[in-house]
C-alpha cells in the first residue's frame, strides 16, 4: 500500500471521526450533576435566601389542590381571610346533576423531615370543622357570599349525620423526598395510620418534579415581592 493511500484513509477516518463527533455533540443529553432532593438546598436553588414559613404553606395548598383536580374534584373557597380556615374543601360531581361528594382537608409541608408532627386533631375534628364553615356564612367578596349558604349548609349537615359522602383527609407533603403521604381523618380528628395499607403514598419522578416547580416559583415572587 502506498504512502499517499495510507494518508487518504487515514484523512477519511478522521474525517469520518470528526462527523461523528459533531453529531454526536449535537444530540447527546447533557450530563450534570443536579441534586434529586427537590429543595432540601432550600433558597440556595434559585439564589435567594427565602425563610422556610414564607413558601412552604402555599405549595403545599397548591400541590394538594393540583393533585385534586387531576382526579376531578373542584375547589371551593375556604380561606376568606387569605391564610384563616380550611385549607381545602373539594367537590366532585357523582351521579350527574347537583349531586355532589365533598372532601375537607388540611395540609402540612416541611422541607425536611415528616410534616405529621405539626398536625393538630383538634384542627379537623368534626366540631372545629363545623365552626369554620359557620364562619363562611358571613364572608363575602365583592359583595356577593364567599361560598353560598346553602352549600355551606348542606356540608354542615352531612358532617353532623355522619354522611359518606363527605370525607376529611390529611395531606402531608415532603419537599426533602418529593413524597406526599395522605391519610384519612375520623370525625374526632385523629389520623387513620393503622394498618399501613389506609395510608396512601404518592411518589415518583412526576410528582417529585411538580413540588420542585411549584416551589421554585413561589419561592421567586416572594423574593420579588419583598425586595
Known amino acids: ?44 436553588q434559585f439564589g435567594a435566601d427565602i425563610p422556610d414559613h414564607s413558601s ?18 373542584r375547589q371551593l373557597p375556604s380561606q376568606p381571610a387569605g391564610v384563616h380556615g380550611l385549607d381545602g374543601v373539594f367537590v366532585r360531581n357523582v351521579g350527574g346533576g347537583t349531586q355532589f361528594e365533598v372532601r375537607i382537608v388540611e395540609t402540612k ?63 402531608a407533603h415532603m419537599l426533602g423526598t418529593g413524597n406526599t403521604m395522605v391519610y384519612s381523618v375520623t370525625r374526632d380528628g385523629q389520623l387513620v395510620d393503622q394498618p399501613a395499607a389506609r395510608v396512601k403514598r404518592v411518589s415518583g419522578a412526576p410528582h417529585r418534579l411538580m413540588l420542585q416547580a411549584l416551589a421554585i416559583g413561589l419561592a421567586r415572587l416572594d423574593a420579588a415581592g419583598s425586595s
Open 1 to 44: 500500500m502506498q504512502f499517499d493511500d495510507v494518508a487518504l484513509i487515514v484523512v477519511i477516518a478522521l474525517g469520518v471521526c470528526l462527523i461523528a463527533w459533531l453529531v454526536w455533540a449535537r444530540y447527546a443529553p447533557l450530563h450534570l450533576a443536579v441534586s434529586d432532593k427537590p429543595l432540601s438546598s432550600g433558597g440556595r
Open 56 to 73: 412552604l404553606g402555599k405549595v403545599g395548598e397548591l400541590v394538594t389542590a393540583l393533585m385534586h383536580a387531576k382526579d376531578g374534584w
Open 109 to 171: 409541608c416541611s422541607r425536611d423531615g415528616d410534616p405529621k408532627s405539626n398536625y393538630s386533631a383538634e384542627q379537623m375534628a368534626d366540631a372545629r370543622v363545623i365552626e369554620q364553615l359557620e364562619r363562611l356564612k358571613d364572608a363575602k367578596f365583592e359583595g356577593e357570599p364567599y361560598m353560598s349558604h346553602q352549600a355551606v349548609e348542606a356540608i354542615i349537615k352531612a358532617i353532623r349525620r355522619g354522611s359518606m359522602h363527605v370525607t376529611k383527609h390529611f395531606y
